[in-house]
């Protein structure tokens, strides 16, 4: 497979076309922002590691039965993945209260959140992903009502596997974001899944293992996400 021209470039990946109809290549480049790109630096291996645990989730959710766009890894930070029309919602799903719900809803951080919370953004850089709620998202025609179900019954079934999952790896999956795109008719799992889009809390320490290291200069955010990326994949062995 050959690497064509650039489709689209965001804040830390770059998605290019491919000499074969239907798919494309995920870059996962070592760029790192936080605050709506308030700060931003470029840290070495970044790009691999989140590659490296977003293909593992991915091969994870697939075998059991979430549709993904994975297709496979072309080296450690390139993967080749099925072309969606991808739909512009950041689908977060929270277990544990912490970040913008704390800061913006009257929950104490670390308070359990049983049933999940599904939260769902526009994604809009420039109006600051606002929060949607249904009728907004139809309004807007992001999606339509048939979509939004099957959106937030794979995003609580994704919830499922990985918090079982990294529980089994000593880890909490305090909450993580989520895009989907359509292939046809289907709705499937589309972006990545990493330490950039997740929070995760070491269930013994409570230390954080995730992006807010960086967001909230918390320690060395490469030792942490290498750390965290061996750990999460270690758990192969076991599945
Ligand atoms: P919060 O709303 O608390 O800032 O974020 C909730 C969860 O979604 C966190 O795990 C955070 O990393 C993730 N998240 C929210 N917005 C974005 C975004 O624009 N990009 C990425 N990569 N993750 C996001």
């Not at 320490?205 to 061996?230: C, H, I, P, W």
Request: hydrophobic residues 40%.
């Amino acid at each position: 497979m050959k690497q064509k021209k650039l489709l689209y470039a965001g804040k830390a990946k770059s998605v290019y076309h491919t000499d074969v109809k239907g798919k494309l290549i995920v870059e996962f480049r070592d760029d790192i922002t936080a605050f709506d790109g308030g700060k931003k630096d470029v840290l070495k291996n970044k790009g691999s590691y989140n590659a490296e645990v977003s293909a593992f989730f991915f091969e994870y959710l697939g075998k059991n039965g979430v549709k993904t766009h994975f297709v496979s890894m072309i080296d450690s930070r390139h993967m080749v993945v099925r072309e969606l029309q991808m739909i512009p919602l950041e689908v977060i799903v929270r277990n544990v209260a912490a970040g913008s719900i704390v800061r913006n809803y009257p929950f104490k951080e670390g308070t359990k959140l049983d049933p999940p919370v599904i939260v769902i953004d526009y994604k809009d850089d420039s109006r600051h992903d606002p929060m949607l709620n249904d009728d907004l998202i139809v309004a807007l025609k992001l999606a339509t009502p048939a979509e939004l179900r099957k959106i937030k019954k794979a995003a609580l079934e994704i919830n499922r596997l990985l918090f079982d999952l990294l529980a089994a790896q000593g880890i909490t999956l305090v909450d993580f974001k989520i895009e989907f795109g359509r292939q046809g008719k289907t709705i499937c799992l589309g972006d990545e899944i990493s330490m950039d889009s997740m929070r995760l809390w070491d269930k013994k320490s409570g230390e954080s293992l995730d992006k807010d290291v960086y967001r909230f200069e918390k320690g060395d955010v490469m030792a942490t996400y290498n750390r965290v990326a061996q750990r999460i994949t270690s758990s192969s062995k076991k599945r």
